[in-house]
């Protein structure tokens, strides 16, 4: 059967005590049904299903028997790839879990070995929701001014019809509950939020923040260097330096002839060197930093352009093995009558699960979870890599705009060097001193220019980056508009949808509900947490919670006959009878359910406790576990 994704399937659940398994059963796909008498223990196991998948129970809604076991481990198929669960029971909120990459029966043979402990909340590392989330494929969609992200307790609380939460409402019920969160997380399962889509909600964030620094950048230079009136632009410095230098030149040709008459009067005059010795001392020591700078920054591009093609090897190591299990079931189910090479006829293997072609033993499974181990620890690395490489590109940045403010430092230090050379200077003149005071002048005017260079340097580039990153935030917000106008779209189709489904279980319950019998229209509001049938909302008990459920299989059901939404085809109904609802009724919903299931495009699976099973779906290939009784309950506690 196709697998539309994101896919959630639990495999099997086992709950300890004291070190000892006082539950374990396996699920399969499609309609699974816990039964067994009233207070027999099922809407335990509908908790823990609830709590081991990431949902949230607070300390009053844990059941006493619950409350006697110790950690609830579960095998689970993300996308058809094998992970468990485990968390510990504890009374308190926001317990955190360990996922262990692979099936539970390896899990329970690690001795601990394997797995990885991660939060309820996201903090300095990442919360198991944002795991489970990649693992399916599902954007870490924010909301609201506090930029929340959306987490497997808020999914679940639309997938979990539970016994304690009012039949009138459409999400489970929590504290702080509201209605931006219900709407996005609705919106989210509708189909809406694609992985593109919230990438470029990133991207634009992160554009908006650099180009925010850019003109920042670009204000305070204008603001610093700019207040003497002159423009920072290059055709100003370079005429400015061209004047500089011409000046400079004149008060050293006069300076040479100066001391060339001082020089041939009085012989014995004695001449400094100390000019020339402090001017080669700072070409040394301004050449050396030239050296130290070019150096760093040669290592820093170097180290850019490694990293960039390890960011890009991640990248297709990712593709790849987000592909693979594609690739392995593709591969495994070929089977070759006749060599491709040689047409000779193929004998059949004789070890179970061996390749048609070279009769080697292969175990596919092992080959998936090694991928999705990598996936995880590629994804993380990947990431690091990226934020590395954006502190290594400013620094760059910022050694560049050095070297050619120190350059020209070193250049002008080198001419005044040469001219210290050529015409030695002497303090006997007053108008030797005047004239080389004012040669002062204009050296450290060329100086401070030759810092204003690397300004405009500087400006010029941060000015390039806001043109650059403006580019950028228009085409993110063009994609932005297009992909919300296709939400828009595709929220239209799966409400339809899943109205469609709901119609068709309330048309095929029993005569009960008027109402019910004569729909032709179902509107439903996430945000309101409130669904509607022709415009009423007001029914019998029985009638709601028939109502409450019909919407939450019909989510389900619409999923698993469409690959545009994004609901994880998965669902837990503890409420099937609840409110008074008469046998038959229950027994024709299970029916439904059933047959919904059972010709979905899609493999999907729906999980349900009764007390009134309908007897022909009371077989293995349906139910799970045994008929529970007050003597034989769902948790096997001994009252020692």
């Known amino acids: 059967m196709t697998l539309f994704r994101p896919n959630l399937e639990v495999v099997d659940l086992t709950i300890f005590r004291r070190g000892q398994i006082v539950f374990s059963e396996s699920f399969h796909t499609g309609l699974n049904i816990i039964r067994g008498e009233n207070s027999s223990g099922k809407s335990t196991i509908m908790d823990f299903i609830f709590y081991g998948l990431g ?59 394997g797995w990885e402990r991660y939060s309820f909340r996201r903090g300095k590392s990442e919360s198991f929701s944002q795991i489970m989330f990649r693992l399916l494929g599902l954007p870490e969609v924010q909301y609201g001014e506090a930029n929340t992200k959306i987490t497997m307790n808020q999914l679940l609380r639309i997938l979990y019809s539970d016994q ?35 990438a470029a909600k990133l991207s634009l964030k992160t554009y908006e923040a650099e180009i925010k620094d850019a003109i920042s950048r670009i204000t305070t230079l204008i603001r610093i ?141 092992q080959v998936k979870e090694r991928a999705l181990r990598l996936i995880n620890e590629y994804a993380r690395q990947r990431q690091n890599s990226l934020d590395l490489q954006a502190d290594r590109q400013r620094r760059i940045s910022e050694l560049k705009a050095r070297l050619t403010k120190v350059t020209e430092l070193w250049e002008q230090a080198g001419r005044h060097y040469t001219v210290s050379l050529r015409s030695p200077t002497t303090e006997m003149r007053t108008k030797l001193r005047a004239l080389n005071r004012e040669a002062g002048y204009a050296q450290r005017e060329l100086e401070e220019l030759a810092a204003r260079k690397s300004v405009v340097a500087e400006l010029r580039e941060a000015q390039q980056q806001r043109d650059e990153l403006q580019r950028k935030i228009d085409e993110v917000r063009t994609f932005i508009e297009t992909s919300e106008k296709r939400d828009l779209h595709q929220i239209s189709q799966a409400r339809r949808s899943i109205e469609l489904e709901v119609l068709d279980f309330l ?114 290939e349906i139910t799970v576990g045994d008929f529970y009784t007050h003597e034989n309950r769902t948790l096997r506690i001994s009252s020692t």
């Open 55 to 113: 949902g949230d129970l607070l300390e009053h809604q844990w059941r006493e028997s619950a409350l006697l076991c110790d950690t609830v481990m579960m095998g689970v198929k993300l996308n058809g790839k094998n992970v468990t669960l485990q968390r510990d029971v504890e009374q308190k909120s926001s317990q955190p879990m360990k996922i262990y990459f692979g099936p539970s029966s390896e899990a329970l043979k690690s001795s601990g070995e």
């Open 164 to 198: 304690l939460s009012s039949v009138e409402k459409l999400f489970r019920q929590q504290l702080f509950d509201d209605a931006i969160t219900r709407q996005t997380v609705g919106n989210l399962l509708l189909g809406a939020f694609s992985n593109e889509y919230y």
């Open 225 to 365: 260097h700019g207040r003497d009136g002159h423009p920072l632009t290059e055709e100003w410095i370079e005429q400015e330096y061209s004047r500089l230098q011409r000046e400079l030149h004149d008060l050293n040709t006069e300076i040479e002839s100066i001391e060339s008459q001082v020089f041939s009067v009085q012989f014995e005059d004695r001449l400094s060197l100390n000019d020339q010795k402090a001017t080669y001392a700072r070409v040394q020591s301004l050449q050396a930093e030239i050296g130290k700078i070019t150096e760093e920054l040669d290592y820093l591009e170097l180290e850019a352009e490694d990293s960039l093609e390890f960011i890009a090897s991640l990248s297709k190591k990712l593709d790849a093995l987000h592909e693979s299990k594609m690739v392995v079931d593709e591969l495994n189910a070929l089977s070759f009558e006749f060599c491709p090479a040689c047409f000779a006829p193929v004998e059949s293997a004789e070890v179970e699960g061996a390749c048609s072609l070279c009769k080697q033993a292969s175990d596919q499974s």
């Open 507 to 620: 048309r095929r319950d029993l005569e009960r509900q008027s109402t019910f019998v004569n729909a032709d229209s179902v509107n439903f509001d996430f945000d309101g947490d409130r669904i509607s049938v022709n415009g009423e909302s007001f029914f019998s008990a029985s009638s709601m919670v028939y109502l409450r459920n019909s919407f939450i299989a019909s989510f389900a059901v619409a999923a698993a006959n469409q690959s545009s939404f994004s609901h994880p085809r998965f669902l837990l109904m503890d409420t099937i009878e609840d409110k008074g609802m008469e046998p038959e009724r229950s027994r024709n919903f299970q029916r439904l359910l059933n047959e919904k299931s059972s010709t979905a495009a899609s493999m999907n699976q729906m999980i349900i406790a009764t007390s009134m099973i309908a007897p022909e779906l009371d077989v293995p």
